[in-house]
């Protein structure tokens, strides 16, 4: 059982939750996930750690309302409790001085970018970082990330803020103006599946955080394998991050909608 | 120790009282069994257990034997004429308390252990060309009847020694150990990544082969011997074992299982509706998946194939049939001979209507344009000559093949070590199976505090071997924390 410590709403269905759970603020670092479940009867479901707090022994989630899962946790209040929560894991994103490093962040994906953000800022490389969404309204830890960046580039789909237009754009904006010796990409799988196929045709090397299906999390399942490089890969043990231009993203993105007509089903039941 | 409870009186008395020829003669009773057609729709368990009358009778069975051989063949050394002569004598409380001597999950073990391969494989009745005393049922009837009487014996603490030790896995190596531990006075805390004490005894073993409330109550005892439990802690995750030192524990027996599963590497394997039998297992066992009131999907397929032949696959078919399926196949490229499942599966499986496709192997799946599975492509196959394990090895008919409508495979060939925890200490010895290479009759591995057992070190065995590692890994453990102590 972990206490809920504090709730913000970043938009309608964008909820951060700070947490307890002092061990894992105490070993978790970039990159890693925890696994949460709400309820007795409640799903297991991965979410990636945004930040922690060593002092007060909290770690940071950041959880859009998708299926039932995620909107049972996005319910829950400051006070409550959330029955089970396992982690860190997955494995850290590896860090070092890159050089220039673009970091595309769209919507509820720009969470889990922070942390690497801020890890990679911290190494010394020079941060590019490009946040995206449909609206204003939904970009999120804007303060944040402007404050582990050195360039902060908005792009909003209806140019309500920003810049009008895709995640691919500016990214594509800084490649052709500057050398860019890696890029990380974090957000929904199809923005992924763009952002790659760009930057694998300006050769720009390119990293993903993966966010499948997942029912352990500890390599025991397997419901959240990809093909990367053309081999089975879990996500849970062997990334989350991969080498974006290996991805077989179709796959990924069939993958994730194993479970559809299921979850459609207890969506309106939840609604009831 | 065997011998001298042989020479108690009523002992002596129990063997006086019946010739050895009248023993002998007594038919070797059957297990009552839930009605086929009612259980392949239902979660029920499918051994209802012996009454008090078959237990009191198959008990008289039992030669107690001078030399009780059936000991020789179980990993945990529980003493075994002691517990059938106390349930022939009505003695069926004092019968539970003899298991408990030296095996913390005596009514799981009277549940799943192949007692035909080990104590039952070693009695006197088979040298005579007899069917052996049913041990396995005999121990299920002394450790029901206990639970079931509400008088839970825990076994004596001596005393105390504030030793802390850590167990990592609370699946049957780690609860063994565990159990053993607290018997000699350490101060146990056992650690575990899911959410639930009891490892493989949750997420894999259905409940119609083992009830969970029977592992629980199993588990209550161990709690309340003293030993400690930690849900949602991954040992060299959320605490390393370094950490574990500096909070004073002075041992470690790592119990994690074996956690990645096999796949077969052929085309359509990550279609939609493919999937191994530890995730269907875990989404219905652990997740409770079947149940509406869970959160957790799980598919209910109506023709589900099962790739392989080992117990694992026997349980996942037969989950798939419980849960609807018209056609529930088990794909397996050997014939049936060969099959590693045990005998009692196998039966259980074709009485519930389960269909037996041997010698064929998958090569292939189809699936439709949603990424569904549709369709499977099977190899026929023959055997061959004897492999390396000894089987004979199939050999693929060539031009053979068959075309099967599928909506689900589940594949059930085997696991890999789960690279977790033995990743996560620096310098532990791992074989290049990725498995834990410990001292064989210490299970200590290069780390002289670090122990290990169950898969981890086997790479995929039985319920029973792992207890018997983690209680040899105990012994060994409690010798070298007092050597070092000295």
Known sequence: MNKIISKEHFSANVVKLEVEAPMIAKSRRAGHFVLVKVGEKGERIPLTITSSDLEKGTITLVIQKMGVSSTKICNLNEGDYITDLVGPLGKATHIEKFGTVVCAGGGVGLAPLLPIVEALKKAGNRVITVLAARTKDLIILEDQLRKHSDEIVIMTDDGSYGNKGLVTNGVENIINREKVDLCVTIGPAVMMKFVSLLTKKYEVPTLCSLNTIMVDGTGMCGACRVTVGGKTKFVCVDGPEFDAHQVDFDEMLMRLNAYKDEETESMTNLKK | ?486
């Open chain 2, 1 to 486: 120790m065997a011998l001298v409870d042989r020479s108690e009186a009523w002992r002596e008395e129990l063997r006086a009282s019946m010739k050895n020829k009248e023993r002998t003669n007594i038919e070797r009773v059957h297990m009552n069994e839930l009605d086929a057609t009612i259980r392949s729709r239902n979660s029920e368990e499918v051994n209802l257990g012996l009454t008090v009358e078959q237990a009191l009778l198959e008990a008289k069975r039992c030669l107690d034997c001078a030399n009780p051989t059936c000991m020789n063949g179980c990993p945990v050394s529980i003493n075994i004429p002691k517990f059938v002569k106390n349930i022939e004598r009505g003695e069926f409380l004092e019968a539970a308390k003899t298991l408990k001597e030296t095996s913390a999950l005596p009514a799981v073990c009277g549940r799943v252990c192949p007692q035909e391969l080990q104590c039952e494989s070693q009695c006197i009745h088979i040298k005579m060309g007899k069917p052996a005393v049913a041990i396995g049922y005999l121990e299920r009837f002394a450790a029901d009847f206990e639970r079931e009487s509400g008088q839970i014996s825990v076994p004596e603490i001596p005393h105390k020694n504030g030793i802390k030790v850590a167990a990592v896995g609370s699946g049957p190596a780690g609860l063994a150990f565990a159990g053993d531990m607290a018997q000699r006075g350490y101060d146990v805390t056992v650690f575990e990544a899911l959410h639930q004490i009891g490892g493989v005894l949750k997420y894999g073993i259905p409940e119609f082969r083992l009830p969970n409330k029977i592992v629980d109550v199993e588990i209550e005892c161990l709690r309340q011997m003293g030993v400690k439990f930690l849900t949602n802690c991954i040992v060299g995750k959320t605490i390393t074992f370094d950490e574990l030192s500096e909070e004073g524990f002075k041992g470690m027996f790592v119990g994690s299982g074996a956690g990645l599963p096999n796949f077969m590497n052929i085309k359509g394997e990550n279609l939609i509706g493919v999937m191994s039998a530890n995730e269907y297992l875990t989404r219905v066992n652990l997740m409770d998946a079947a149940n509406p009131e869970s959160d957790t999907p799980v598919y209910k397929g109506k023709s589900v194939a099962i790739i392989g032949g080992g117990n694992t696959a026997m349980d996942a078919v037969r989950t798939a049939r419980r849960l609807g399926a018209d056609r529930a196949m088990i794909v397996y490229r050997r014939s049936e001979e060969e099959m590693p499942a045990r005998i009692e599966e196998i039966k259980h499986a074709k009485e519930e209507g389960i269909e037996f496709l041997t010698l064929h192997n998958p090569i292939e799946y189809h699936g439709n344009e949603r990424g569904r599975v549709t369709h499977m492509l099977l190899q026929k196959m023959q055997l061959g000559e004897p492999d390396a394990s000894g089987r004979r090895s199939p050999i693929a008919i060539e031009g053979a093949t068959e075309l099967i409508e599928v909506d689900m495979v589940i594949v059930s060939v085997g696991v890999s070590p789960n690279p977790l925890v033995p990743q996560s200490i620096q310098g532990l010895e791992v074989s290049r199976k990725g498995t834990v290479i410990v001292n064989e009759n210490s299970m200590q591995t290069n780390i002289p505090a670090i122990f290990a057992g169950g898969d981890i070190v086997r790479g995929g065995a039985t319920v029973i071997l792992a207890m018997g590692d983690g209680r040899k890994a105990a012994a060994a453990m409690d010798e070298y924390l007092k050597e070092s102590e000295n």
